[in-house]
């Protein structure tokens, strides 16, 4: 017995032995739902992850309770909401009103989270250089430019829609300064020299083995049509960014750079029965007709129930919804279309009406 | 410290091995008493009998004898026991069913009568935080324990890719749904922290400790016991689209144009359809007389060396709403063995399977789906309509949930000398699957097909020595200690798809070839799909010592050290510890007093965080959704971002802790007639963690901050009284009084701030965690010469028809600064009342359940008084579910606003819908009639039963509540009631336990 006993004995030191040893090591889990710093930024995967991160965040900004179109088409439009009263309060103007839609969509929180997470990319893809061979230094400074147009983009819609907002030059992260208010041609100047930095490192196409600069697939990938900043996206924006400012002859200046270079992007122009185009049109997943676009592509499995101009604007039979969310009254849209020969929509001297646009 | 600990131990080891083999013959029986209960077991027994040799003077306060000491958690509590006669004979299905009402210190809220649904919670002693999540729902819980085996419980992690929060992706079942009554021995209510101190973290919000019934040395014993009923239809008044009508059509007559008349909903305007203006029958449908049942059977028995238990159950429970029932098989093996003199072995292995019917609510099924349609129309209420719907749920539809468990231990007890080492393995699994297939038919034309498949699973080794040591015939040292170490792993996955081809293909799938040209294509389903995985573990040491004066004075002190993979490097391990002291006033009858003890403990215990963000410290995380709908790539990669939209983490978040003093007194007199435990305790959180809003330029919407300190005083006591003790009638009465005072504080917040925002919530320090944040209500403007110049609602004038909302601050307008803390979720004041009455061999039970002092939100009143809200807004509240047809609202109760007004008039956020929600409920009463049968000598040994018992039982009987709606039980865990709940089910019960 007394074997037994000296045995049981030998187990049990061995086993507290082991775990006094050991204990840290074996509460040393790496998290697996998360990725946390030391294990970020290390091969060109994690570049892209967070390159298309920051791409992802401006989607969620606009997409958020359609606030692209609540920052823009909506305001005091021909627009006209059937039942949702907030809606009508962003059509008429009255931003005051005491509506969770306007609280959400006055809040600008969205946009800043692009400008961080771009700002972080900044200042911390340099380590997947020094990690992964793989990611080039051409590659890191165009992924630097692409940031920095985002940057710009950021600015340009804080600026369209708030004037002077507070001017973040940096990521500060895990620190939360209290930054005050910049006068908005401030920030329009900032904007712009971020653009005019990044402009010229920026390709005109992304993925293409025939493009004089950059060529080649860019992360292993062709498919990049109108998803990524070009050096044309950086011209568009630049024109937008001096046409708020009330500079237009800049404006003409850098529209005139992006048409003359529209073939480099692959940008055509588009007939209207291509606009309308279920399978093929603009508007049908991503492809060179567009200069940007932040899309919810079903192809790229990436649909979602709000966040697009269908979600205002559809109603049964199309979805489950007795009427859609806004909609432009028959007058109105004789008013707007009203030269004839309109292939859009045009009323012709018999009183046909005849339109791509609408079904009539 | 650990380290000092873990040397302890070894020098534990050794000194044991030493007297082990010095006194390895000697057989003794010891005993040694706990604060409140005798502590007693045997060790190096050679016989085992039912007599206990040695000190056993004071047996009947034992309240079980342990043979072997068989777990190495088996400790002696000074808890609260659960009458088990109470549950014994009451169709309860889930712990949190057996333990409301029937032991101090716990609260249990059952939402829903749903049986078996996720929605029941316990509190025990108040809550540790502000319930603002479902995640702080999962901290605030306590352990459960199954034979000391802490149960791993379904974490909250699935609620990060949901849009809806009505139920948690999965089965959604209560696993705490797996363990039949009839093989329950005894369930303890743990909250002293002399107690919780031994149990460690997981149990920082007090435990139920359940011990179910286990093999045992003896003739054969063979138990049948089953039981029969219904569930029973509620008496329900219905209604149409008259009574709506009639009830809108004086707010449009006084406040509406004849614009918004003739905008009248599709479903009011035509008087001649009858579908809406028809027969209100729909709930013949509804609601059904459902069976309930329950069949199992035991056998005990064996030889002292090695004894056995086999137990097997069926049960169905249901509920008469909606065709919802839970089905349940189980099956427990329980071994005991003792192969060598001073070696017991013990192991359990126990599986259960539960099949849920759930509720065929459209917001349970929107939730599930994420998408919401136009809701304007309800459901007509017309018997003939609701059939087509619940045919295509009798039809195509799938909706299956499963979960099953298996649990088990397996454990070696060696006494050695003086000493006794316990070692243990256990581990729990469980696994949740749901496959849902909604046809087109149930969506005009658009099918849907989700498939969930989860598990939980945890590993606990264990190991506790202990060594008793008596100087001379006086004093007595008890020290023991020991090491525990924890692993769980969580998973899941869950795929979605939307409007597939046809109705024929019911499974969403992608092609998962990597090298297929059609990788991750899907099979004509929008595909979306999520996976997720949780990883921690947990190592403990402890020590513990105890010593105890022959003049009745017992001082005991507790260190322990904790480890866990869940919070950052440089704050792994908590070091804590307890003491207590208890002392023995009258041991023997002094005057009327019997027995007076005062005991006293002081303790903190560190508390666990439900996953590993904390751990990882800045992170990086993929989530670029919007509007609640999970969204992870960009052109189709995957990406990472910081978690703007939860919380920035830092680093130096350290260990949160509970702390509690409590001092109480049990005593008992008129020669055990009555006797009395009451307990006022103290009991701090802190530095618990909170998400606090921030600047909103740095992109995140929240931080989370370390320094939220809540505090819970308050008292509980138990009253148990032999009122009649059985005379020479056959006549005797028991009484069991128990009742718990709380009232929680918000102590401190993160960096010092006074109060903050949080989801419609507002914490304030000095005030409740569970109050409402309200506007305060006092009247109508009736004509707008009432109304003060420039005075507005966040801007927007007042007219005539509007509310009278106070003006707090003065300012003339109406916002968010006006609203103040008001009124409390969770009751002040709760407990139960049981009362058994024998005569002769009948006897009847009942068991009454009060909770006090708390407040409800009658959201669905709001919603119902706000028509014309309701009918345009496109939300989840918004639904009108069948039993809109239902009388629930009393509308005249509420002043007339004007529903189209944009001040919002009928806003749920105002103490006009406020409640109080005080009541009264009588929860279960059962007559039972009992028979001693002819053998007693053992299954097999002779003809007839040892004994027989037949009953009939009835449940949630009566209610009395000063609440409008329906109940105020059926209110979610920050207190609103949107009328989604079923009721709680009436329900009968015939039954008969037989041992053979």
């Known amino acids: 017995m007394m074997k037994t006993v000296n045995k049981n004995f030998y187990v049990l030191v061995f086993m507290l032995l082991c775990c006094g040893v050991s204990c840290n090591k074996i509460l040393d889990i790496e998290p697996s739902n998360t990725i946390n710093e030391k294990n970020a930024w290390k091969t060109i995967t994690d570049s892209r992850s967070a390159l298309l991160g920051s791409y992802g965040l401006m989607r969620a900004a606009l997409a958020d309770n359609e606030a692209n179109w609540m920052y823009g088409e909506l305001r005091e439009s021909a627009f006209k909401s059937v039942t949702r009263t907030d809606l009508k309060a962003v059509i008429d103007g009255k931003l005051n009103l005491p509506f969770p839609l306007l609280e959400d969509v006055s809040n600008w929180r969205k946009f800043y989270a692009v400008i961080n997470s771009s700002f972080l990319f900044i200042e911390k893809s340099g380590q997947v250089l020094d990690s992964d061979p793989q990611y080039t230094k051409l590659t890191h400074e165009v992924d630097v430019a692409q940031m920095k147009a985002l940057i710009a983009l950021s600015y340009y819609y804080l600026a369209r829609t708030w004037g002077d907002v507070p001017l973040i030059r940096q990521s500060y992260d895990g620190q939360f300064p209290k930054i005050p208010r910049s006068n908005v041609s401030a920030v329009l100047a900032y904007a712009e020299q971020l653009l005019k930095e990044a402009a010229p490192v920026l390709p005109f196409i992304y993925g293409s083995v025939n493009a004089e600069y950059f060529s080649g697939l860019y992360y292993g990938s062709s498919d990049w049509s109108g998803d990524l900043m070009t050096r044309l996206t950086a011209y568009v924006l630049l024109a937008h960014i001096a046409v708020l400012d009330g500079r237009y002859l800049d404006a003409s200046a850098y529209l005139d750079f992006a048409l003359a270079n529209s073939s480099k992007s692959n940008l055509t122009t588009s007939t209207t029965s291509i606009l309308v185009s279920a399978t093929s049109g603009v508007f049908s997943n991503t492809n060179y007709k567009h200069i940007l676009a932040f899309g919810m592509s079903q192809e790229k499995m990436e649909t979602t129930p709000t966040g697009h101009i269908e979600n205002l604007t559809l109603g049964a039979p199309f979805i489950q919804r007795t009427n859609p969310q806004i909609y432009v009254s028959a007058e109105d849209i004789a008013t707007i279309y009203n030269e004839g020969g309109d292939e859009r929509y045009n009323i012709d001297a018999d009183g046909t009406v005849s339109s791509l646009f609408l079904a009539t | ?996």
């Open chain 2, 1 to 996: 410290m650990r380290r000092l600990l873990f040397r302890l131990l070894l020098v534990w080891s050794c000194l044991a091995i030493d007297k082990a083999i010095i006194a390895s013959e000697e057989t003794t029986a010891k005993s040694f008493t706990g604060l409140n209960t005798k502590w007693l077991y045997i060790a190096n027994s050679t016989a085992i009998t039912d007599t206990i040799p040695g000190e056993t003077a004071n047996v009947e306060e034992v309240d079980t004898i342990v043979y072997y000491n068989v777990n190495p958690a088996s400790f002696k509590f000074s808890y609260d026991t659960i009458n088990t006669k109470l549950i014994q004979s009451v169709p309860n299905i889930t712990i949190a069913q057996m333990v409301k009402g029937a032991a101090s210190g716990v609260y249990v809220q059952e939402v829903t009568g749903e049986p078996g649904s996720v929605h029941q919670n316990i509190y025990i002693r108040g809550v540790s935080r502000p319930l603002l999540n479902q995640k702080d729902l999962y901290l605030s819980q306590p352990a459960i324990y199954i034979n000391g085996m802490p149960l791993i419980q379904d974490n909250p992690y699935v609620y990060n890719i949901q849009t809806y929060n009505v139920s948690p992706i999965g089965p959604a079942t209560d696993l705490l749904s797996i363990l039949e009554q009839d093989n329950i021995e005894k369930i303890d209510v743990v909250k002293d922290f002399k107690d919780l101190g031994v149990l460690g973290p997981r149990a920082s919000n007090g435990a139920i400790y359940i011990t179910t019934k286990n093999a045992k040395p003896g003739e054969k014993l063979l138990s049948i016991n089953s039981y029969f009923g219904y569930a029973l239809t509620p008496a329900i008044n219905t209604t149409n689209a008259y009574s709506d009508k009639n009830f809108r059509l004086p707010f449009y007559y006084k406040y509406g144009s004849s614009a918004n008349l003739s905008s009248l909903p599709a479903y009011l305007s035509d008087s001649s359809n009858a579908d809406y203006y028809g027969a209100s029958n729909w709930s013949d449908l509804y609601y059904k007389n459902a069976p309930v049942y329950n069949i199992n059977a035991s056998l005990t028995g064996g030889s002292g060396r090695s004894n056995f238990r086999a137990f097997f159950g069926a049960t169905q429970n249901a509920s008469t709403a909606n065709a919802t029932d839970l089905r349940r098989y189980v099956g427990s093996f329980y071994i005991s063995m003792v192969p060598a003199k001073w070696l017991t072995v013990s192991s359990m292995v126990s599986g259960s399977l539960l099949k849920r019917n759930r509720n065929r609510s459209f917001t349970d099924r929107f939730a599930e789906m994420r998408y919401l349609p136009s809701i304007a129309n309800p459901i007509p209420p017309n018997k003939n309509v609701y059939q087509r719907f619940t045919d295509i749920y009798e039809g195509d539809l799938i909706d299956d949930n499963l979960t099953s468990s298996v649990q088990g231990y397996f454990s070696l007890s060696a006494n050695i000398g003086k000493a006794v080492n316990t070692a243990r393995m256990s581990f729990d699994y469980n696994e949740g699957k749901r496959d849902v297939f909604y046809p087109k038919a149930l969506f005009s034309g658009n099918n849907y097909v989700s498939n969930y498949f989860g598990f939980n699973q945890r590993f606990v080794l264990e190991d506790k020595i202990e060594y008793t040591h008596r100087f001379g015939n006086a004093s007595l040292m008890n020290l023991n200690g020991g090491f525990n170490y924890q692993a769980d792993i969580s998973r899941y996955s869950y795929i979605q798809g939307y409007n597939g081809p046809d109705d024929v293909k019911r499974i969403a799938e992608v092609d998962g070839t990597t090298t297929s040209s059609g990788y991750l294509v899907h099979n004509g389903y929008l595909v979306s799909g999520y996976l997720d995985k949780i990883q921690q573990r947990l190592i403990s040491f402890w020590g513990n010592a105890r010593y105890k004066m022959d003049n009745g004075l017992e001082i005991g002190a507790l260190l322990r050290s904790d480890g866990s993979s869940s919070m950052q490097p440089n704050h792994r391990w908590f070091v804590s510890p307890v003491f207590d002291v208890k002392y023995d006033i009258v041991k023997d009858n002094v005057g009327f007093l019997s027995l007076m003890d005062l005991h006293a403990s002081w303790g903190r215990v560190g508390d666990l965080v439900s996953d590993q963000s904390i751990s990882a410290g800045p992170q990086y995380v993929p989530q670029l959704s919007w509007g609640g709908f999970p969204l992870a790539s960009f052109n189709g990669y995957g990406t990472y971002t910081r978690p703007y939209n939860n919380a920035w983490i830092g680093y130096d978040i350290p260990w949160s802790y509970a702390e509690q003093f409590s001092i109480g007194t049990q005593l008992s007199f008129l020669n055990k007639r009555i006797s009395l435990k009451i307990d006022v305790y103290n009991k701090d959180n802190k530095d618990l963690t909170l998400t606090v809003p921030t600047t909103a330029e740095s992109g995140y919407t929240y931080e989370l901050k370390s320094g939220m300190h809540v505090n819970n005083k308050g008292l509980d006591f138990t009253i148990d009284a032999h009122i009649v003790p059985i005379n020479d009638n056959g006549f005797g009465w028991n009484a069991s009084l128990n009742g718990t005072y709380n009232q929680n504080k918000l102590k401190a917040l993160p960096d010092g701030s006074s109060s903050i925002i949080l989801n419609g919530h507002k914490l304030e320090t000095g005030f409740a965690v569970d109050a409402f944040w309200l506007l305060q209500n006092e009247g109508i403007y009736n004509n707008s010469s009432e109304i003060p110049t420039g005075f507005t609602y966040k801007g927007q004038a007042f007219n005539a028809g509007d509310p009278i909302w106070k003006d707090i601050d003065g300012d003339n307008v109406i916002n968010d600064n006006d609203k103040v803390l008001k009124g409390n979720a969770l009751p002040k004041f709760f407990g139960g009342l049981i009362n058994q009455v024998t005569y002769k061999k009948f006897d009847l039970n009942f068991h009454l359940q009060y909770a006090l002092g708390h407040y409800i939100m009658n959201q669905e009143a709001a919603n119902y008084m706000d028509f014309i809200t309701r009918d345009n807004s496109e939300s989840l509240d918004a639904i009108k579910e069948v039993t809109y047809w239902e009388d629930r609202i009393n509308t005249g109760s509420y002043p007339m606003y004007n529903p189209w007004s944009s001040v919002n008039g009928y806003q749920v956020n105002q103490d006009l819908f406020l409640e109080k929600a005080n009541y009264l409920s009588l929860r279960s009463a059962t007559i039972g009639y009992k028979m001693i049968g002819k053998n007693q000598l053992g299954f097999g040994k002779a003809k007839g039963f040892r004994d027989l018992y037949l009953y009939i039982t009835g449940t949630n009987l009566l209610k009395f509540s000063p609440y409008t709606n329906r109940d105020p039980e059926l209110a979610n865990y920050y207190g609103y009631d949107n009328g989604l709940s079923l009721p709680l089910t009436k329900s009968v019960i015939v039954g008969i336990k037989l041992n053979l």
